[in-house]
């Protein structure tokens, strides 16, 4: 089965700052979407990527697609409080309905 | 819109009882799934359904039960409820499914309900 691993689990950041945050696949990816999750809250939609090289950008949030690295990454650009939460990736199998996820990485941005 | 709403947001139960988490959409969707959220393992697959009458398990469907008489309806089950179902469920709905390879849909995530079994 596959697994989505994401790195740093956790990240505090000064506000202001940019950041990275990873998700690499252990079997192919065949499209890749990022979520944002408050505490006690459901799952917010950021974007989908489907293809080796897309980049997609959403006000300050950037996420890319390495197909051949099996890896997306999600950087934020001039981090403001309101960014913090918890960013997971998911991904569907090959041929499958099944949506993989992450075990997120929780972010916090200090004012 | 509506979107998806599930029902109840709180919920506490003896270990044993039996309930239902209410899952809704109003936005005619094919693609229904039931995730659990646990601290250090993620979201976890419990079952999902690709149309009306059609479900199927995903990867921990064990204790749990579904059923989809409606395109609109989702019901999760627990027979039996035991301690290790405490967790946050999550329901969530696509036009169209997740299938690797060909163009997909958003998913869309209900705002959770957190079950705590004693």
């Known amino acids: 089965s596959q697994e989505l691993e994401q790195s740093p689990q956790s990240l505090i950041v000064q506000e202001g700052k940019n950041l990275t945050i990873n998700c690499t696949s252990s079997?192919?990816?065949?499209?890749l979407y990022w979520y944002k999750q408050k505490y006690g809250e459901g799952l917010i939609f950021l974007m989908m990527?489907?293809?080796?090289?897309e980049e997609k950008s959403h006000e300050k949030i950037t996420a890319k697609l390495d197909e051949k690295k099996q890896q997306s990454s999600l950087h934020i650009t001039a981090s403001q409080p309101s960014h913090a939460g918890i960013y997971l990736c998911?991904?569907?199998?090959?041929?499958?309905?099944?949506?993989?996820f992450g075990k997120g990485t929780k972010l916090s941005v200090i004012p | 819109n509506a979107g998806v709403t599930q029902t109840p947001k709180f919920q506490v139960l003896k270990t044993g009882q039996s309930m239902t988490l209410q899952c809704a959409q109003d936005?005619?969707?094919?693609?229904m799934s039931w995730y659990r959220q646990d601290p250090g393992m993620g979201l976890r697959l419990i079952h999902y359904?690709?149309?009306?009458?059609?479900?199927d398990q995903g990867e921990v469907p064990n204790g749990y039960n579904v059923s989809r008489s409606t395109t609109e309806d989702f019901p999760l089950r627990l027979l039996s409820a035991a301690p290790s179902q405490t967790s946050v469920y999550f329901c969530?709905?696509?036009?169209?499914?997740?299938?690797?390879?060909?163009?997909?849909?958003?998913?869309?995530f209900g705002e959770g309900s957190r079950l705590t079994v004693l």
């Open positions: 079997k192919t990816l065949y499209g």
């Open positions: 969530a709905s696509s036009y169209r499914g997740t299938s690797g390879g060909s163009n997909t849909g958003e998913l869309f």
């Open positions: 998911g991904a569907p199998g090959a041929g499958s309905y099944q949506l993989t």
């Open positions: 990527l489907q293809k080796g090289g």
């Open positions: 936005m005619n969707h094919e693609y």
């Open positions: 359904s690709v149309g009306a009458g059609i479900t």
